[in-house]
C-alpha cells in the first residue's frame, strides 16, 4: 500500500485559502439573501422559502453526481486539484448576481442565478472537501486537516459579516453591502485556489478495483458506519439551519435590535474559533466522536434560554452566542474529521477510492436540511401571523419565531446525539481498516 505522508502545516495552510472566501459566501446566502430578498427586494417570505427550498432540492441532486464525476476522472493535474481549478471563477461570476440583483429582480431571477450558484459551488466544494479526507489517511491526521479547513471557514464567515458591516458605516446599504461580498469573494476565491493547487498535493490513490455501479451501489448500502453517520449529520444540519435562517429575524423582531445582530454574530463566530483548541483536544483524549457529542450537547444547553427571551434582552442573547459559539468548533470539525473513517470502510471492502461520491452525499445532505430548514420554518411563520416583508408580526408569529429558531433545534440535537454517542470507529477500529487497505493493494 502507498503509504501517505502527514501533510506539513504549510500545506495545511495553502490548503485551507478557499474555505475563507467559500464560507464568506456561505453565511449570505443561507441567512443574509433570504432577508434582503424579502425585505428589500420586496419578494414575499412564503414565495422566497419555496423558492430556495427548490433551488437547494434541485442543486442537491447534482452532488453526489459531481463526487462521482470528481472520482471517475483523472486529469494529470490532479482529479481534485482540477475541479477546484476550474469551478472557482464561475463560482465568483454566480455571485456576483445574486448578491448584487438588477432592478426589478422577482421570483424568477433569483431561482435562475440561485440555481446557477449552488451548481458551480457544488462543482468546487465536494471535490474541495474529498481532497481534504486524502490529504491525510490517519485518525488523529484527518482532525488536524479538518481543523485547519473549518478554521479558515469560521474566519470567512466572520468577514462576510464585517464587510457589510465596514461598508454601512462608510453609508451603504443592505445592497452595498451584498456587493461588497461579491466583490470580496471574485477575488480571494480564484486566488486561493491556486495557491491550495500549487502548493498543497494530492495524494495518490492507495487502491484502484474495477467495479460496477451495482456492486458500488452495495458497498454502499452496507457501509453500516456511513448509513449512521450521515443520519446524525443530517439531524444535526437541520437543527443548525434552523437558527442559521432565522437569526437575523429573531434578533430583529424578538429582541426588537435589529443593529446588533452584526456584533452578536461576530461574537459567536470569535467563539467559534476559540473553542476549536479545546474540541482538538478533547477528541485526542476521548474520541472524534464523543467530543462532538459533548459539543451538541453544550449547544443545546446554550439554546434552551432562547425562546424565554424578549424585548431588550440582548445580555442574555449574547451569553447564549458564547456557548453555542463555543459549541460550533466541535460541530465544523469533528463530524468532517470522522468523514474518512467511515469512507475507509468502503474502501476496504470495495477496492475503490470514492471519498467525491461520499462527500457528494454529505453535501446533498446538508443541502436537504438548510432546504428543510427554510421549506418548513417560512411557510409556518406565515401561517402563524408572521410575514415582516408584508409588516405582519402577530403574538402568535413571534412565539413561533422562537421556537423554531430555538425549542426545536435543542430536540433535533439531542436525537443527533443519541445517534453518535456509541458510534463504532476508533483509532484502534480505523488501524484495522488500515490494514486490510494495506493487504488489497
Not at 485559502?17 to 412564503?46: C, D, H, N, Q, R
Not at 444535526?236 to 452584526?262: I, S
Not at 466522536?289 to 459539543?295: C, E, N, P, S, Y
Request: aromatic content about 10%.
Amino acid at each position: 500500500m502507498l503509504q501517505t505522508p502527514e501533510p506539513t502545516s504549510r500545506q495545511l495552510l495553502a490548503y485551507a485559502l478557499p474555505a475563507l472566501p467559500v464560507a464568506a459566501l456561505s453565511l449570505p446566502f443561507y441567512v443574509m439573501v433570504p432577508e434582503f430578498y424579502t425585505k428589500e427586494v420586496g419578494i414575499p417570505i412564503a414565495t422566497v422559502g419555496f423558492v430556495l427550498l427548490l433551488v437547494r432540492i434541485i442543486d442537491a441532486v447534482t452532488d453526489p453526481v459531481a463526487g462521482a464525476l470528481a472520482d471517475w476522472t483523472r486529469p494529470a493535474f490532479g482529479r481534485r486539484r482540477s475541479w477546484v481549478m476550474g469551478a472557482a471563477p464561475l463560482v465568483a461570476l454566480c455571485t456576483w448576481f445574486v448578491m448584487r440583483p438588477a432592478d426589478g429582480a422577482g421570483a424568477l431571477y433569483l431561482f435562475a442565478w440561485a440555481t446557477a450558484l449552488s451548481l458551480a459551488w457544488t462543482a468546487i466544494s465536494v471535490p474541495y472537501q474529498a481532497w481534504g479526507t486524502e490529504l491525510s489517511r490517519s485518525y488523529e491526521g484527518r482532525t488536524r486537516v479538518a481543523a485547519y479547513r473549518e478554521s479558515f471557514t469560521v474566519v470567512g464567515t466572520l468577514l462576510a459579516l464585517l464587510v457589510p458591516a465596514i461598508i454601512q458605516m462608510q453609508g451603504g446599504g443592505s445592497r452595498e453591502g451584498l456587493a461588497g461580498l461579491a466583490m470580496m469573494i471574485a477575488v480571494l476565491l480564484p486566488v486561493g485556489a491556486v495557491m491550495a493547487v500549487w502548493m498543497a498535493p494530492e495524494p495518490r490513490e492507495r487502491v484502484r478495483v474495477s467495479i460496477d455501479i451495482r456492486q458500488g451501489m452495495a458497498h454502499l448500502a452496507a457501509n453500516r458506519p456511513f448509513r449512521r453517520l450521515l443520519a446524525a449529520f443530517f439531524v444535526n444540519a437541520l437543527a443548525n439551519g434552523l437558527p442559521a435562517t432565522l437569526f437575523l429575524f429573531f434578533v430583529a423582531d424578538r429582541l426588537g435590535t435589529a443593529q446588533a445582530a452584526g456584533p452578536l454574530l461576530v461574537l459567536y463566530f470569535i467563539c467559534g474559533v476559540a473553542g476549536v483548541p479545546f474540541w482538538l483536544w478533547l477528541a485526542r483524549r476521548t474520541t472524534k466522536h464523543r467530543a462532538w457529542a459533548l459539543g451538541m450537547l453544550l449547544a443545546c444547553l446554550g439554546f434552551a434560554a432562547a425562546p424565554f427571551l424578549g424585548p431588550g434582552q440582548i445580555g442574555l442573547f449574547a451569553a447564549v452566542c458564547i456557548v453555542t459559539g463555543l459549541a460550533l468548533g466541535a460541530d465544523v470539525v469533528l463530524p468532517a474529521a470522522v468523514q474518512g473513517d467511515v469512507i475507509d470502510v468502503d474502501t476496504a471492502a470495495s477496492g475503490q477510492e470514492r471519498a467525491g461520491l461520499y462527500l457528494g452525499l454529505w453535501a446533498l445532505a446538508t443541502k436537504l436540511a438548510y432546504a428543510g430548514a427554510v421549506g418548513l420554518a417560512f411557510p409556518l411563520l406565515a401561517l402563524a401571523g408572521y410575514d415582516p416583508g408584508a409588516g405582519v408580526r402577530t403574538e402568535t408569529g413571534l412565539l413561533t419565531l422562537g421556537l423554531l429558531y430555538a425549542a426545536l433545534p435543542v430536540l433535533l440535537k439531542l436525537l443527533a446525539t443519541a445517534m453518535i454517542w456509541n458510534f463504532p470507529l476508533d483509532r484502534a477500529e480505523l488501524a484495522e481498516i488500515a490494514r486490510t487497505i494495506g493487504a488489497r493493494a
